[in-house]
C-alpha cells in the first residue's frame, strides 16, 4: 500500500499537470492553426463583438442544444453547472478562500455549513444528472449508435469521482479538509507529498487517482469539448 501511496500521492500529481498542460497546449495551439472554412454554418455575426457575445451563450447557456432538444438540454446543463459549481467548491482546498469569506464577514460556522450543505447538494445531483445521462445513452438509439466505448468509460470514470467524492463526504469516516491542505501544499512547495496523513484515507486516495486520470485523459478525448467549443463556435461563425 505504500507503494501505492507514493505513485498516486507523489508521483501522479505531477504527471498528470505536465501532460495535461504540454498537450492542451498542442491541442490549442493546432486549433489556432485551423484554415477558416469558406462557408459558414450559422448566420454570421455582424461584428467581432456580436460573434463573442453568441459564442458566450452557447457556452454557458447551451443555446444551440435548448433549441434542439430540451430534455437533453435541461440534464446536460444541470450536469456542467453543478460539475462546475463543485469545481469552484474544491478550491477550498488549493487556497485560502476561507480567510477571504471570513474578512467579508462570514463565521467559521457559516462557511462549514455552506460547504456541507451546497456541497452535500450538489454532490447528489450531479450523480443523478450523470446517471440519466448515461441511460440516455444507453435507451435512445440515435444516440447509442454514436457512442463509442471510450464514451461510456468517460462517463464512468467521472461517475467513479463523484461517487468516491460523495462518500469522502456522506461516509462514517470523517475526512479532514485541513488534512488535504496540507497535503496539497506540499505538492506545491515539493515537500515530500507523498507521506501526507490524508493519503492513509483509502477514499481520498482512490478518488484523488481517479481525479488525475481524469485530468491526463481530457486532452485526448471528447471531453475537451469544454474548450473546443470556443475555437469551433468562433470559427463557423465569423465572416
Not at 4 to 12: K, S
Not at 23 to 40: D, E, G, I
Not at 110 to 129: C, L, N, R, Y
Request: glycine share 8%.
Amino acid at each position: 500500500m505504500e507503494v501505492v501511496r507514493f505513485i498516486v500521492g507523489g508521483i501522479l500529481p505531477y504527471v498528470a499537470v505536465l501532460v495535461f498542460v504540454a498537450a492542451m497546449a498542442n491541442r490549442f495551439y493546432v486549433w489556432k492553426k485551423l484554415p477558416s472554412p469558406a462557408m459558414t454554418l450559422f448566420p454570421s455575426a455582424e461584428t467581432s463583438g456580436s460573434n463573442t457575445v453568441n459564442t458566450l451563450k452557447e457556452v454557458t447557456l447551451f443555446k444551440s442544444l435548448f433549441q434542439g432538444d430540451r430534455i437533453l438540454w435541461a440534464f446536460a446543463w444541470a450536469f456542467h453547472v453543478v460539475l462546475a459549481l463543485i469545481f469552484l467548491g474544491h478550491l477550498r482546498v488549493f487556497t485560502n478562500v476561507d480567510k477571504v469569506l471570513m474578512s467579508a464577514g462570514m463565521s467559521e460556522a457559516a462557511i462549514q455549513f455552506m460547504s456541507s450543505s451546497a456541497g452535500g447538494a450538489a454532490g447528489v445531483i450531479v450523480v443523478i444528472t450523470a446517471v440519466l445521462l448515461l441511460v440516455r445513452r444507453i435507451v435512445v438509439k440515435r444516440v447509442r449508435d454514436i457512442t463509442g466505448v471510450a464514451d461510456y468509460l468517460a462517463l464512468l470514470l467521472i461517475g467513479a469521482i463523484l461517487i468516491t467524492g460523495n462518500m469522502m463526504r456522506f461516509g462514517a469516516e470523517h475526512f479532514d479538509l485541513a488534512l488535504a491542505q496540507d497535503y496539497f501544499a506540499s505538492l506545491a512547495t515539493f515537500k515530500g507529498a507523498s507521506g501526507a496523513t490524508v493519503l492513509n484515507n483509502n477514499v481520498f486516495l482512490v478518488h484523488m487517482g481517479l481525479a488525475l486520470l481524469l485530468m491526463i485523459c481530457i486532452p485526448f478525448s471528447k471531453i475537451l469539448h469544454f474548450g473546443g467549443i470556443f475555437f469551433t463556435h468562433q470559427l463557423i461563425r465569423k465572416q
